[in-house]
């Protein structure tokens, strides 16, 4: 099983670059093996002329799944996952838990109940909550599950007004188990708009009562993808 430990990733080259002539398979390398979430696209001449998101490839890979075989029916159980290393309670202020993502270097976590159910996802796309000049800088003292429905009611989409979609900010937290499949993750991705997906122990999901107990990142999606192929050793991430 493949499976990364810790939230933490290595000192990566923050340079890399595409350019004329690179393939998509090369640009889910790119951000497979460097951890990052974006790359810059250059031209001939070497400048910057674009930017290629994690986000974007989830959803090439989406639009184009049917021409990766089994990788679809491939296992969440075999597929590269990190451990959750943080949840959040729903009473605790959100200052403390953007705080704790601060701390421990990753973008977002689950949300939980008094009885560690999953009840949301916490972001650090969140923020924006605050407003774009911080006017509501003292909504960080809330809770962080009234922070976020005040946050969902002022931006419902998912995405920004100059992107296609039109999905809107999902109630609860999208999660799979490990008996579901790949491409159960790439849906629940909703075409990359969503930048991390949970996995939850059988038994709680099968009680209607989701316990955490791994996450899968859209830079984990791209690694089990490139591992699949064979095209970069599995060792070197």
């Not at 499976?3 to 640009?27: E, N």
């Not at 799944?65 to 590269?80: A, P, S, T």
């Not at 922070?147 to 999905?167: D, G, I, V, Y």
Request: proline share 4%; net charge neutral; with cysteine.
């Amino acid at each position: 099983r493949m499976k990364r430990q810790g939230g933490v990733a290595p000192p990566v080259d923050l340079y890399h670059t595409l350019g004329p002539g690179h393939s998509l398979l090369h640009a889910f390398e790119a951000l497979a093996q460097t951890g990052c979430h974006r790359v810059p696209v250059v031209n001939a001449n070497g400048r910057i002329v674009g930017i290629y998101t994690s986000s974007m490839a989830i959803s090439d890979l989406r639009q184009s799944l049917h021409l990766f075989g089994n990788l679809c029916d491939k296992r969440v159980e075999d597929c590269y996952q990190s451990e959750c290393v943080y949840t959040v309670r729903e009473d605790t202020r959100a200052i403390d838990a953007f705080r704790k993502l601060s701390e421990l270097g990753i973008s977002g976590c689950p949300i939980v109940d008094e009885q560690n159910t999953l009840i949301g996802s916490l972001s650090t796309r969140d923020l924006r909550g605050i407003g774009s000049s911080g006017e509501h800088m003292a909504r960080l003292f809330w809770p962080v599950a009234q922070f976020k429905e005040q946050a969902r009611k002022e931006h419902p989409q998912l995405a920004t007004a100059t992107h296609w979609s039109t999905s809107t900010v999902p109630r609860t937290a999208r999660y799979v188990v490990n008996s579901d499949t790949f491409a159960d993750v790439i849906r629940a991705m909703a075409d990359g708009c969503l930048h991390r997906v949970f996995v939850a122990s059988e038994e709680s999901a099968g009680a209607g009562k989701p316990v955490v107990v791994g996450v899968i990142s859209q830079t984990d999606v791209l690694k089990t993808v490139v591992a699949h192929l064979g095209t970069l050793n599995p060792n070197s991430f």
